[in-house]
């Protein structure tokens, strides 16, 4: 598809570059620009929007973009400009190669590779409920009058009101994608079914109470017509399942779908009919109060696949919540130094090259590398580690990391996508796009059941039709729709949900949270658990191991003492590990003079006349305090264990030394013992040192580790090991994890981790304890075990019903099933499955 457009606004060979450049960054769109002709020949290989091509020259700047239309008569017609609202300007842009497919939806299993949809149709090969791609919510500066002399006006650029001369002020505001709301309106459409299932039920099984006291106060025709009409609006509510089940016949992609609709609807079709036209069916057919009718067989089966599809539908929206949690972590602001002083720009105002001053508590707008200053950096969302890291000029910032106490000037380097931060987005969102469901049990099987079925409801259509006794029509079509009824997968549709529901309560009475059934069931096959150290292994807070006293002056109590006295005044994350001990043994403070921070070394003051300075060898350089051979190899041999050491000096006399250690919780090695035992090997990737990672490894007996991985380091060992065809769950707590957490066959969070790692995992551990990993899997044993008992009762029933239900009895016996008894007879299976999972409540975990 060709076409032509006029340009205006170009006034150079650089800005025909740009509006060249930027047309053929679009998705599907080659184009080339003349600036003599100020003419863009555009081709795709699909439809151009003119509007999508305006607003990407607008965000590069003020080109005006016209199409060009050629008449029947050989003239052109220059078309006038599109239109484009400040809501369309600045949509957030999506990254490379799904540019046009922002807010769509596509199949978590990918059935159809990369094809989207507008809405949620639902796919048309496996029926599950489609998935939104996730275009973010993004901020945009505006300014505005302080008099509002134009009311709620708003002006692109800074610069005066052109009404009373003041200065404009700016303000942040959010342009946001319309949300996925495909669970509320499902949760909207249960409530509703619920709500007209439980009266049609009520007033269809009146009849088997003693007494009928149903039938004495409503007239039984008068019964019949009130399930009519309490049904339609069920389903009315369900009706995507019937055109879901057309879509799987017309495209003969089979699948549960398939069976509900066609079940459902036989159900319906035969009542209303019985209930209109009575007189079509054989008085053997006829009760005390006349034909028995399936209404509420139809608003139950309906209703309780829905419950199914609730669950379904709030598991997918996890993946657009895990990364608004990840979007968070980017200011909206940055203070960008000029030649004539600072100003507040916008982040997405930030270029390359700006000089950016970052304030103590702000956080790093973009990567860069500090050019003038120093401070500690709380990089835990990048490395997962706790202590804050010193940096100073030359030292690299990442963006979303938190500045500490003092001012540094950076120089931005990377913006926009290229940031670390924007790439760990990315990741996981394309971690969740990547990763399909497994196939459940009952879909594979439903793909050879729903012909079969169908083959045989017909055939006894056509031989009861051909050999049946009068009137044989009715009789065809009874027998049919008994084979289809006794066939319905009300039970089948429960085998699983039912066994997930109760399961998912077991798990939350034993802190297990598991956010869908995809969870439970790979959980049962994993092969390997990729976990982190610090907050999952460890307790992810540096603690003080010992005290060393090194001068008979003092005790260890009174070093503690002194320590914890002088570290008052610091917002290190070491500083809470003196206080919090000091505080364990109930020591008074005494008031610190003369605090001062050195960055990179430690920290001085005085406490109690007694000059004191506590930090690492560096520190002991600059105050002249030597250390002796004796107490470097013991610092050496503890440093060898991966802990940290500070030492601590009276004046220029060492007196001490503290051995900091991020203590490894006591479930851990009980939980990776149990781990190893069930045949699933433990592998630790974590982003701190060799030295620590080796101490906790070797403490825990874990063969495999990784240690100083970064976030792109443990994506790429998950896939390692899922290509060697491994079934890989992964444990962690902190942001740096949520890539891995998604790529993983099953993510397991703890509880006491960020909300980006718990959004971005199926299975939450609420007490962060790792011993529910061995739980967890206990669980999905228990559950798949379950389910597999429950597909056979499913299936059982339809397997000696069906043939009944045809009619394989009345050539012997004379014997019809009628679709009253077929419908007892599924009711019967689904109470068994009903039974048999409820059985899951007393498994030992």
């Known amino acids: 598809m060709k076409k032509q457009y006029k340009v205006s606004g170009m006034s150079c060979n650089g800005c025909r570059t740009k509006v060249e450049n930027t047309l053929n960054e679009l998705h599907g769109i080659k184009a080339e620009v003349s600036l003599e002709q100020e003419q863009a020949n555009i081709e795709s290989h699909h439809e151009i929007d003119t509007l999508t091509l305006q607003k990407a020259l607008l965000q590069k700047g003020n080109y005006i973009l016209q199409e060009v239309v050629t008449k029947a008569d050989g003239s052109q017609e220059i078309l006038p400009p599109v239109e484009v609202s400040e809501e369309d300007l600045y949509q957030q842009e999506i990254p490379e190669g799904m540019a046009d497919k922002a807010g769509k939806y596509f199949c978590p299993m990918l059935c159809e590779g990369d094809k989207v949809y507008d809405t949620n149709v639902g796919c048309p090969v496996c029926g599950m409920n489609l998935e939104q791609i996730p275009a973010p919510k993004i901020e945009k500066t505006v300014y505005y009058c302080p008099m509002l002399c134009e009311g709620d006006k708003t002006y692109d650029e800074p610069g005066n009101c052109p009404k009373c001369g003041m200065n404009l002020i700016a303000k942040t505001i959010l342009i946001e994608e319309p949300e996925d709301t495909t669970y509320t309106d499902m949760l909207k459409k249960l409530r509703i079914s619920v709500a007209f299932t439980i009266p049609v039920f009520i007033l269809a099984m009146g009849t088997m109470i003693p007494g009928d006291p149903i039938g004495q106060v409503i007239p039984h025709h008068i019964n019949n017509y009130l399930q009519l009409i309490l049904t339609i609006p069920v389903v009315y509510a369900c009706w995507m399942f019937f055109t879901r089940a057309w879509t799987s016949f017309k495209t003969w992609n089979l699948n549960m779908f398939s069976l509900i609709g066609l079940g459902a609807m036989a159900g319906l079709l035969f009542s209303i009919i019985a209930l209109f036209f009575p007189n079509l069916f054989p008085d053997d057919f006829k009760g005390e109060h006349g034909i ?34 990840l979007l968070k972590l980017a200011p909206s602001e940055a203070t960008l130094i000029t030649d004539t002083g600072e100003e507040t720009i916008a982040l997405e105002q930030i270029v390359k090259g700006n000089k950016l001053r970052v304030k103590p508590g702000e956080k790093i707008p973009v990567d860069g590398q500090i050019i003038e200053g120093h401070s500690n950096i709380d990089e835990s969302m990048i490395s997962g580690e706790p202590i804050p890291v010193d940096k ?82 009715a009789y065809a079509f009874v027998n049919a729709l008994a084979v289809l009824i006794i066939a319905c997968p009300c039970a089948l549709g429960l085998a699983t949900p039912m066994s997930i529901m109760v399961g998912v309560g077991k798990g939350a009475q034993n802190g297990i949270l598991i956010k869908n059934a995809e969870a439970l069931e790979t959980a049962n096959k994993i092969d390997v658990l990729v976990t982190d150290k610090t907050g999952t292994l460890t307790e992810g807070k540096p603690s003080i191991e010992k005290i060393v006293s090194l001068s008979p002056s003092y005790t260890e109590e009174e070093l503690l003492f002194l320590t914890a006295s002088l570290n008052q005044n610091s917002e290190h994350a070491l500083a809470l590990s003196f206080i919090k001990k000091a505080k364990q043994q109930q020591l008074e403070l005494s008031a610190v003079k003369f605090f001062n921070n050195i960055t990179g070394k430690g920290i001085q003051g005085i406490v109690n006349k007694k000059r004191l300075s506590l930090g690492n060898i560096a520190l002991m350089d600059t105050v002249q305090a030597s250390v002796s051979i004796e107490i470097k190899k013991a610092v050496e041999k503890e440093q060898k264990l991966g802990k940290t050491i500070s030492y601590i000096a009276e004046g220029n006399e060492i007196i001490g030394y503290t051995v900091l250690f991020d203590k490894i919780k006591e479930s851990s090695k009980k939980a990776v013992q149990q781990l190893q035992q069930m045949g699933i090997e433990v592998v630790m990737i974590t982003g701190d040192n060799p030295n620590t990672a080796k101490a906790v490894a070797d403490e825990l007996h874990i063969t495999h580790f990784l240690a100083e991985a970064m976030p792109e380091d443990k994506l790429q060992e998950i896939k390692k090991l899922q290509e060697s065809g491994k079934i890989v769950a992964m444990a962690g707590d902190g942001i740096n994890d949520a890539p891995a957490l998604a790529q993983a066959n099953v993510g397991i969070s703890m509880g006491t981790g960020t909300d980006v790692a718990i959004e971005s995992t199926e299975i939450t551990l609420l007490k962060g304890d790792l011993i529910g990993i061995p739980k967890a899997v206990q669980l999905s044993h228990g559950v798949m075990t379950n389910i597999k008992q429950n597909l056979f009762f499913a299936f059982i029933y339809n397997s000696v019903g069906i043939p009944i239900a045809a009619g394989l009895l009345y050539p012997i016996f004379g014997i019809v099933l009628s679709p009253m008894i077929a419908a007892l007879a599924m009711s019967f299976s689904s109470v068994s499955v009903i039974t048999n999972s409820l059985r899951l409540k007393n498994l030992k975990l």
């Open 392 to 473: 100073s000029k030359g030292d690299q910032v990442v963006a979303g990391t938190i500045n500490g106490n003092s001012t540094f000037v950076m120089i931005a380097e990377k913006v926009g996508d290229e940031t670390l931060l924007a790439q760990i987005i990315e990741m996981v969102n394309s971690a969740s796009r990547s990763r399909a469901p497994i196939q459940k049990l009952a879909d594979k099987v439903a793909k050879y059941f729903v012909p079969i079925v169908v083959l045989i409801a017909i055939t006894t259509f056509f031989l009861w039709k051909i050999w049946g006794p009068e009137p044989r029509l």
């Open 292 to 325: 028995h009718l399936y209404f509420e067989s139809v608003a139950v089966i309906l209703t309780l696949v829905l419950v199914g599809q609730v669950m379904e539908a709030k598991a997918h929206s996890r993946t657009n919540s895990a990364i608004k949690e």
